[in-house]
């Protein structure tokens, strides 16, 4: 079974600091990994995602993240954030066996930008 | 342009009272989720729908159905809602079960009295 963990359920930070959300998994499997971000009362959007290749994956909006297979990470960064980017951030792996109905989403982390 | 729609957007029943939540998707994607997202969590999958093909995840309690008419829209009944049934559900597509990316509605928040 595969599982998600976000380390940190708050983070918050001044108007253009960078930022790093973290993202670890497990899985016995070679998974996609995922992030989505959530504006209150809004669904979630997809912010990038890793399928194979380069293990730096730029997405919108300025962010990017890092895939690391030994480390079992996907960390998601930004060098520069804005008030904008307040907002929920989910960590999501899909297991490439079970295609889509296999999505596991992490608890989240909640980024306040601070003015 | 909206690709996912749901309706409505916010929901107030009381407790014991059906309620029906529509999602409607412009993309033609052969896959339909439901997913309930409480408070400050993450979104639990509660079943799926590829093509006509009906997926229940064996945790979705029997209070919830679905009905899938046509490709474009999907419904989330909640035959008798409780106060714990109260939550965001967010209706999501993909193109196939291969595809692997989620597209997702802005979500329906219920709220149970």
């Known amino acids: 079974a595969q599982s998600v963990t976000q380390l940190d359920s708050q983070v918050p930070v001044f108007e253009e600091a960078p930022v790093e959300l973290r993202c670890n998994y497990s899985?016995?499997?070679?998974?996609?990994l995922f992030w989505y971000v959530q504006y209150p009362n809004q669904g979630l959007q997809l912010l990038l995602k890793?399928?194979?290749?380069?293990?730096l994956v730029k997405g919108i909006n300025g962010f990017e993240a890092e895939f690391n297979k030994s480390q079992t990470s996907f960390h998601l960064r930004k060098p520069s954030v804005h008030i904008s980017d307040t907002a929920e951030y989910f960590c999501?792996?899909?297991?490439?066996?079970?295609?889509?109905?296999?999505?596991?989403f992490g608890p989240g982390t909640r980024l306040s930008v601070l003015p | 342009d909206a690709m996912v729609i749901q309706n409505p957007r916010y929901q107030v029943t009381q407790f014991g009272k059906p309620v029906t939540l529509s999602c409607s998707q412009t993309?033609?994607?052969?896959?339909m989720y439901w997913y309930q997202q409480k408070s400050s969590q993450a979104p639990k999958l509660l079943f799926h729908?590829?093509?006509?093909?009906?997926?229940n995840e064996a945790d979705t309690p029997d209070n919830f159905q679905s009905r899938r008419p046509n490709t474009s829209f999907c419904f989330l009944d909640i035959r008798s809602p409780g106060l714990g049934d109260a939550a965001m559900y967010l209706c999501?597509?993909?193109?196939?079960?291969?595809?692997?990316?989620?597209?997702f509605g802005a979500g329906s928040r219920l709220t149970v009295l």
């Open positions: 999501a597509t993909s193109r196939d079960r291969g595809a692997n990316v989620l597209t």
């Open positions: 899985s016995s499997v070679s998974v996609y």
């Open positions: 890793y399928l194979s290749g380069s293990t």
């Open positions: 999501a792996v899909s297991d490439l066996r079970n295609y889509g109905q296999n999505f596991v």
């Open positions: 993309l033609n994607h052969n896959v």
């Open positions: 729908y590829y093509d006509k093909d009906f997926n």
